[in-house]
C-alpha cells in the first residue's frame, strides 16, 4: 500500500507554445505519421491527380541534339609561327580549355542567338511569338496580357516589344548549351514542339556557328595583314637606318671590315705570326754560331759542328783527314815514325786542317751575318707590332659602339623577317581560312517527347503529396496545444498514467430505471453514463478496472472508507461521465459506493440522472438527519447517488464545499461506505477542489484527447493543494480508430480480450 502524496506530479513544466511536442524520436515520428495518414493519402491524392492532370494538358516537346568539335591546333599552329603572338607549352591546356567554355558562352548569347533567329525566320513562327501552348506559361501569358490589357486602358501600356525580342526570349529558354566534361566536344539541345523543328533549329545552330567561325577567321587575317603591312614600312624604314648608321659610323671612324674582321686586328695576327718564325730563326742562326766559334777550336774533332752545320766541304776534308790519319798510323806502325811516307802523310793532314780552319772560320762570319739580320727582322717586327697596337686604339673604342650600332640595325632585320613571315602567314589564313568547330553528330527527329517526363512527374507528384502531407502532420504535431497519448500526459505532467478512455458515441434516448422499493422519483440515466455496466468487458471498462486498483492500493491512514475526487482542469472533458462509470465498476465489486455530485455550481450528474429531484446535497447539509432521504439508488449496479438539486448560481453553495456541515457529511459517509467517489468541479475555474483537498484521500484527473490545452493542465496539476493529491491521470474520449493507432505497438491481438457492446 502507498501513500496519496507519493504519486503527487514531480516535474517542472514549461509554457512555451510547442513545449513538449511534437515526434521526439522515430518511433514517435513513425506513430505521427501513422495517425495522420488520412491526411497524408488525401495529399497524396491531390498531387497525384495534378500530376496527371499536368500531364494531359502540357504540351509535349521534343528535344534534339547536334555536336561540334572545337580543333584548337590551327591556334596552336598560328601561334607558334608568331601569329597574333605566342603562347608557351605549358600554358597550352589552359587556353584550350577557356577557348572551349568560351566558344560556349558564344552559342548561347543572345547575338547568336538574333542570327539564328532571322535565319530561320522565328521571329514569324507562333509557336515563338504566339501565346506559349505549354500550361502554365499559357495561364502566366493570359495573366500578363490581363495586366498589359489594364495597363493600356489606363494609358501606361508599353510601346509593343520587338518580336525578334519576343521570339529570343523563348529561344533561350528552350536552347542547352554545354560543354561534355573536359573534352572539346560542346552539346547542342533544343526543345520544340515538332520534332523535325527541333533538330532543324539545332542542326542550324551547328552549322551557323561554323560560318561564324570562318568569318570570324576571315576578319582577323585581314585585320591582321592590314596592320602587319602598315607596320612593315616603319619597321623597314628603321631597318634601313640602322644599316645606314653602321655603315657611316665605319667610314667616320676608319673602320674596314673584311672576312677575318678588322684590318688592324688582322695586321696584328699577321705580325704576331711573323715575329714568332723571327724570334725561331734567332735562335737558330745563334746556335748555329755557337757551334761554328766551339768547331773552330779543334778543327780535327769538329764533329758536332759537321754534323750541327752539315757543310760538304768540310765533310770532304775531314773525312780526308781521317783517312790519311789511318794510312799513317799503319805505314808507321810498320815501318816506323821517320818513314818518309808517314811525314807526307803528316804534312797533308796539317794542310787539310788548315783548311778546315779556313772553311770553319767562313761559316762563322757566315752565321754572324744571320744572326744579325734575324736579329734584326725581330726587333723590325716588335716595332711594328707596337706601332700597330697604337695606332688601333681609337679603333678599339669606336668599335663598342659600332657594336652598339651593329646589334641595333640586327634587331631590326630580325624584327624586319619576323613580321613578313607573318605577313605570309596572315595571307595565307586570309585566303583559305579554317574553321576551328566540326559538326560530329547531326541532330535527327526524336520519335517520343522529352517533356514532360510522366515516368518522373507521376512518382514524384506522389512524394510530393507524401511530403507536404507528412509536412502538415509533423507541423500540426508541433503547434499542437492538446494531448494525443498517453505517454505526451505522462511526460508533461509527470503523473501516472491510468489508461485511454474510448470515445463512447450516443446510442439513443434515456432510458429509464425501475425505481428502489423506497424510492418515489424516477432515475434516469443516458447509455454512455451505464456503459462500464452495459459493456463490462470493454476498453472503456478495463481503463475504469485499472484505476480501481490503483484506488485500492493507495493507503489513506484514516479509518472508515475511502473518499477520491473525480475532477479537470477544465469543463467538458467528461469527467462526470467518468467519475459515474467508475463508481459502477466499484459498486460491482459487492463493496458499499456512494457518487456525490459536488459539482454544485453546474450540477452535471444530477441533471444527467435525475433532473427532477428537489431534495439532495444542499438539503442534507441544513438537515443531517435527513441524508438518507436525498440518496438515490441505481439497482442496476447497487450504486448509491447523492444528487445536488441547487438552482444555478444559488448563494447557498459559495460556501457550501468549504463548510464545516460538508466536512461532516463526507465523514458520516466515509464511516458508512467503502468508496466515496466526488464528481468535483474543474481545477481552474473555481476552488471547489482545492477546499475539498483536505478531506479528500486523492484525484483522479480527467483529460480530453486534442481539446485540453497543456497550459490548463499544467496550471490545474500545480494548483496548491491539488497537485500533491492527483494519484494519476486518464485520456478520455478517444477516437477508437485512433486508439488503435495509439496503441498499435500492443499488437493486433490485444483487440481479442475486448468487446465494446
Not at 605570309?424 to 522529352?450: G, W
Not at 483522479?700 to 497550459?711: C, L, N, P, Q, Y
Request: glycine share 6%; hydrophobic share 40%.
Amino acid at each position: 500500500m502507498t501513500s496519496v502524496t507519493q504519486n503527487a506530479p514531480t516535474k517542472s513544466h514549461g509554457l512555451a507554445p510547442f513545449a513538449f511536442s511534437g515526434p521526439r524520436d522515430v518511433l514517435d515520428l513513425w506513430s505521427t505519421l501513422i495517425r495522420g495518414r488520412r491526411t497524408i493519402l488525401k495529399c497524396m491524392a491531390v498531387t497525384t491527380v495534378l500530376a496527371v492532370g499536368y500531364l494531359m494538358v502540357e504540351t509535349p516537346l521534343y528535344e534534339a541534339s547536334s555536336e561540334i568539335i572545337i580543333d584548337t591546333t590551327t591556334s596552336r599552329s598560328m601561334q607558334s609561327k608568331g601569329v597574333g603572338g605566342g603562347a608557351s607549352d605549358g600554358a597550352a591546356d589552359a587556353i584550350d580549355n577557356n577557348l572551349v567554355d568560351s566558344e560556349a558562352e558564344v552559342l548561347g548569347s543572345d547575338g547568336f542567338g538574333e542570327k539564328v533567329i532571322r535565319d530561320l525566320n522565328l521571329q514569324d513562327d507562333p509557336e515563338f511569338v504566339g501565346r506559349p501552348q505549354r500550361f502554365f506559361p499559357m495561364v502566366l501569358s493570359y495573366v500578363i496580357g490581363a495586366v498589359e490589357t489594364v495597363k493600356g486602358l489606363l494609358g501606361k501600356g508599353d510601346a509593343p516589344d520587338d518580336p525578334v525580342q519576343r521570339a529570343l526570349a523563348v529561344y533561350q529558354k528552350r536552347l542547352k548549351v554545354k560543354r561534355d566534361a573536359l573534352t572539346y566536344l560542346i552539346d547542342i539541345t533544343f526543345q520544340s514542339t515538332d520534332s523535325a523543328k527541333a533538330a532543324k533549329i539545332a542542326n542550324t545552330i551547328a552549322e551557323d556557328y561554323q560560318k561564324h567561325t570562318l568569318e570570324e577567321k576571315y576578319l582577323a587575317a585581314s585585320r591582321t595583314s592590314e596592320w602587319l603591312q602598315t607596320q612593315l614600312t616603319a619597321i623597314r624604314k628603321r631597318a634601313l637606318d640602322a644599316d645606314r648608321a653602321v655603315q657611316e659610323f665605319k667610314a667616320k671612324n676608319h673602320i674596314v671590315d673584311t672576312s677575318r674582321g678588322l684590318v688592324s686586328d688582322q695586321q696584328v695576327a699577321d705580325l704576331n705570326s711573323q715575329l714568332v718564325l723571327a724570334k725561331a730563326a734567332v735562335a737558330e742562326a745563334q746556335a748555329k754560331l755557337d757551334s761554328a766559334r766551339q768547331a773552330s777550336q779543334d778543327p780535327a774533332g769538329a764533329r758536332t759542328v759537321s754534323d750541327a752545320v752539315n757543310n760538304p766541304v768540310i765533310a770532304r776534308l775531314r773525312a780526308q783527314y781521317l783517312d790519311l790519319m789511318a794510312k799513317t798510323g799503319d805505314i808507321a806502325s810498320r815501318f816506323g815514325a821517320q818513314h818518309g811516307a808517314v811525314i807526307s802523310n803528316q804534312r797533308q793532314m796539317g794542310e787539310i786542317l788548315n783548311a778546315i780552319r779556313s772553311e770553319t772560320a767562313r761559316l762563322i762570319d757566315s752565321y754572324e751575318n744571320d744572326y744579325k739580320v734575324a736579329l734584326s727582322r725581330e726587333k723590325s717586327l716588335e716595332a711594328s707590332i707596337d706601332k700597330v697596337v697604337a695606332d688601333s686604339n681609337p679603333t678599339s673604342i669606336a668599335q663598342v659602339q659600332l657594336r652598339d650600332l651593329e646589334s641595333s640595325a640586327e634587331t631590326s632585320r630580325a624584327l624586319l623577317t619576323g613580321y613578313l613571315q607573318k605577313l605570309q602567314d596572315a595571307s595565307q589564313l586570309e585566303t583559305f581560312p579554317v574553321s576551328d568547330a566540326r559538326i560530329v553528330t547531326r541532330a535527327v527527329a526524336p520519335l517520343k517527347p522529352s517533356n514532360p517526363k510522366s515516368v518522373l512527374i507521376l512518382p514524384a507528384g506522389v512524394i510530393a503529396g507524401f511530403l507536404l502531407g507528412a509536412a502538415i502532420v509533423v507541423g500540426r504535431e508541433l503547434i499542437n496545444m492538446t494531448f494525443v497519448n498517453g505517454k505526451d500526459l505522462r511526460d508533461f505532467t509527470g503523473l501516472r498514467f491510468l489508461g485511454n478512455l474510448p470515445k463512447i458515441p450516443p446510442q439513443g434516448a434515456p432510458k429509464g430505471d425501475r425505481p428502489a422499493p423506497t424510492q418515489t422519483k424516477r432515475l434516469i440515466a443516458y447509455p454512455v453514463d451505464r456503459f462500464a455496466t452495459d459493456a463490462p468487458f470493454s476498453r472503456f471498462t478495463e481503463t475504469l478496472r485499472n484505476t480501481k486498483i490503483l484506488i485500492d492500493e493507495i493507503e489513506t491512514g484514516r479509518p472508515g472508507g475511502k473518499i477520491f475526487g473525480v475532477t479537470s482542469s477544465a469543463p467538458r472533458e467528461g469527467k462526470t461521465v467518468v467519475a459515474f462509470n467508475l463508481a459502477q465498476v466499484l459498486a460491482r465489486t459487492g463493496k458499499s459506493t456512494i457518487l456525490v455530485d459536488c459539482d454544485l455550481r453546474t450540477c452535471s450528474l444530477t441533471s444527467r440522472l435525475a433532473a427532477s429531484v428537489n431534495f439532495g446535497l444542499l438539503e442534507a447539509l441544513e438537515a443531517p438527519d435527513r441524508l438518507p432521504e436525498a440518496i438515490l439508488r441505481d439497482t442496476a449496479s447497487g450504486l448509491d447517488i447523492l444528487p445536488c438539486a441547487a438552482a444555478k448560481f444559488d448563494l447557498n453553495i459559495i460556501d457550501a464545499v468549504s463548510s464545516p456541515r460538508m466536512l461532516q457529511l463526507l465523514a458520516t459517509l466515509r464511516a458508512n461506505y467503502h468508496y466515496v467517489v466526488l464528481d468535483i468541479a474543474p481545477v481552474v475555474p473555481v476552488v471547489d477542489a482545492r477546499e475539498l483537498a483536505p478531506v479528500v484521500d486523492g484525484y483522479i484527473f480527467v483529460v480530453k484527447w486534442r481539446e485540453t490545452d497543456r497550459r490548463m493542465v499544467d496550471e490545474a496539476i500545480h494548483a496548491e493543494n491539488v497537485g500533491p493529491k492527483i494519484i494519476g491521470a486518464v485520456l478520455n474520449g478517444i477516437e477508437p480508430q485512433y486508439l488503435r493507432e495509439i496503441e498499435s505497438y500492443h499488437g493486433s491481438h490485444t483487440g481479442r480480450y475486448y468487446t465494446e457492446h
